[in-house]
Nanobody, 123 residues
Framework: QVQLVESGGGLVQSGGSLRLSCATSSSTFSTYDMAWFRQAAGEEREFVAA????????FSADSVNGRFVISRDNAKNTVYLQMNSLKPEDTGVYYC????????????????WGQGTQVTVSS
């Protein structure tokens, strides 16, 4: 298991921006594909964005494409999620996770989840 710590969440008005960070002390961070998921109250956890080990390839959900950008800094053992043009429907707890085997678009392919960071977007 890899320990992950998310930060950067908060309350923001619709149209605003936030930058989430997910840090780990793991020395093998650069060997992991990573992703961000989110979970709204009463809903299942859903895929937001993913990034490969080197950062050369990224993937985003249709609902955030063009607004959210995932990136990573392997020297800092950190993955980021830049969220722009936020909408009330983006509200939820955001989690980062390490990819294991399987599809990168489902939570069941991931392990070593962080504790999550709350994002609330007011209208």
């Amino acid at each position: 298991q890899v320990q992950l710590v998310e930060s950067g969440g908060g309350l923001v008005q619709s149209g605003g921006s936030l930058r989430l960070s997910c840090a780990t002390s793991s020395s093998t961070f650069s060997t992991y594909d990573m992703a961000w998921f989110r979970q709204a109250a009463g809903e299942e956890r859903e895929f937001v964005a993913a990034i490969t080990q080197s950062g050369d390839n990224t993937f985003s959900a249709d609902s955030v494409n063009g607004r959210f950008v995932i990136s990573r800094d392997n020297a800092k053992n950190t993955v980021y999620l830049q969220m722009n043009s936020l909408k009330p429907e983006d509200t939820g707890v955001y989690y980062c996770a390490v990819k294991g085997y399987g599809s990168r678009f489902t939570q069941y392919s991931y392990h070593s989840w962080g504790q999550g960071t709350q994002v609330t977007v007011s209208s």
